[in-house]
């Protein structure tokens, strides 16, 4: 298997699942998910066993990993030689222990994300809602300078939700995180519209184009690093598959542009790239390794065999395109052909006509040869076989009146 096939491109991993905020634009309908499950360490051991299969590994994508009540054992599990694949999302609301800080700053982990949207308290409370400004605070103030006094500490990067209500405070949130929080990365971005979000909310929180390109303009020169991420754009893949109407199509063009894994805090594992309902729970297997190593070979397959479809597809329609234009050139021949039979045919018939007359020419010839009374000749050819041959030849007539001394 090449190298970039050994992997699963993507990982969604969750070590709990639920969170201790209602942020009002969050991704999660939370009138669809109940209770928490924080994952287990048998659980999370064989989950670790899939670390050789995955190209980074997430402590919290959907829900909130410091929620979790034995959060440093779990990080302590990790295996030395992966923690460089890990990462995860904190809004970093919930009192952390000193162990916690200490674990963390220890981890050897690839990178962290805070979510902050602002550092005005009372803004920061409207959007992350459940959650207190000062205790953010403190976790921020305490990790970030355990994190300075340690040179081998992971890296913070954060994560703004642009809004109405932050839009003129980002310059200067940007550069606060820079110069005083340790920021390697401000990611900024729009809030995805899902469906369960209150319309009233988005309304009231929603930014134009036009307000988002002033920002940038203003961030344009900034020294410091920020990014923007829009979560709710469609990749051209998407574009092209939507667009595809007919059923059978969609069937042979399914090819996920990548393979991913989504993990819960219970041990279910589903397959994202799958278009059907594909969830195994980890904890019924032995060897939960080779299980999604033959799952990645299988669908390398499945994608190069699809590959391969889809380029005969080219060359077949390559093919129809010459048959298109020999069948052209034939018709154009079969036209030519027809009218050169044609002209062929009026061809014969004027030579046929001309056979006939010259039948007659010779036979008057030789008639006239064998008499000797040439005008008896004349008389009978006038009368006779020669009427005919006079009336298509009047030259013909002064021919033979001249030859044989006939004066009418
Ligand atoms: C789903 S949260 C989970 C981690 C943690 N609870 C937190 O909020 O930091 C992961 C990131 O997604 C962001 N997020 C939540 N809802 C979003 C949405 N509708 N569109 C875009 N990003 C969203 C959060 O602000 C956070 O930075
Ligand atoms: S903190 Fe994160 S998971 Fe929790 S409600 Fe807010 S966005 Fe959602």
């Known amino acids: 298997m090449p190298d970039n096939q050994d992997k699963y491109d993507l990982s969604f991993f969750d070590i709990t699942g639920n969170c201790n905020l209602r942020c009002p634009f969050c991704i999660n309908d939370w009138s669809t998910i109940h209770g928490n499950v924080p994952v287990s360490e048998k659980t999370f051991g064989k989950i670790l066993t899939l670390l050789p299969l995955l190209n980074s590994f997430y402590l919290s994508c959907y829900f909130e990993p410091t929620i979790h009540p034995d959060f440093v054992s779990i990080i302590k599990m990790i295996p030395d030689e992966h923690r460089k694949k890990v990462l995860f999302t904190t809004n970093l609301s919930k009192k952390l222990s000193d162990d916690v800080i200490e674990g963390l700053s220890n981890s050897g982990f690839n990178y962290i994300n805070i979510s902050l949207d602002s550092l005005n308290p009372q803004v920061f409370e409207s959007l992350r809602r459940g959650a207190r400004f000062d205790v953010f605070y403190d976790n921020l103030r305490c990790l970030t300078e355990a994190f300075s006094a340690n040179p081998n500490a992971p890296p913070l990067r954060y994560i703004t939700i642009l809004n109405r209500h932050n839009v003129d405070e980002i310059p ?41 390109n002033t920002l940038w303009e203003t961030l344009y020169e900034f020294p410091h690093k920020w990014m923007y991420v829009d979560y709710g754009k469609k990749t051209e893949y998407d574009e092209f598959f939507d667009s595809l109407e007919d059923p059978k199509k969609k069937k042979i063009y399914f090819l996920p542009p990548f393979t991913g894994l989504r993990i819960s805090s219970e041990g279910i594992v589903e397959l994202t790239h799958m278009g059907i309902e594909s969830k195994y729970d980890i904890n019924k297997m032995d060897d939960p390794y080779s299980v ?34 020999r069948d052209d050139s034939i018709c154009n021949l079969t036209n030519e052909r027809n009218a050169l039979t044609e002209e062929k045919h009026m061809l014969t018939d004027e030579k046929d006509g001309l056979t006939d007359e010259l039948g007659m020419i010779k036979a ?45």
């Open 172 to 212: 200067k949130l940007i550069e606060d995180c820079a110069v005083n929080y340790l920021s390697t990365m401000n990611e900024l971005r729009i809030f995805v519209p899902m469906p369960h979000i209150g319309k009233d909310w988005i309304k009231d929180n929603e930014i134009t184009e036009d307000r988002r």
């Open 292 to 325: 999604f190593k033959e799952i990645l070979s299988l669908h390398h397959l499945d994608v190069e065999r699809a590959g391969e479809i889809k380029n005969l597809h080219n060359v077949i329609s390559d093919k129809n395109a010459a048959i298109r234009e």
């Open 364 to 408: 008057t010839y030789s008639y006239m040869l064998l008499q000797k009374d040439m005008a008896g000749v004349w008389r009978k050819i006038r009368h006779s076989a020669g009427k005919l041959l006079f009336k298509n030849n009047p030259e013909l007539k002064n021919r033979i009146k001249n030859t044989l001394r006939i004066g009418k």
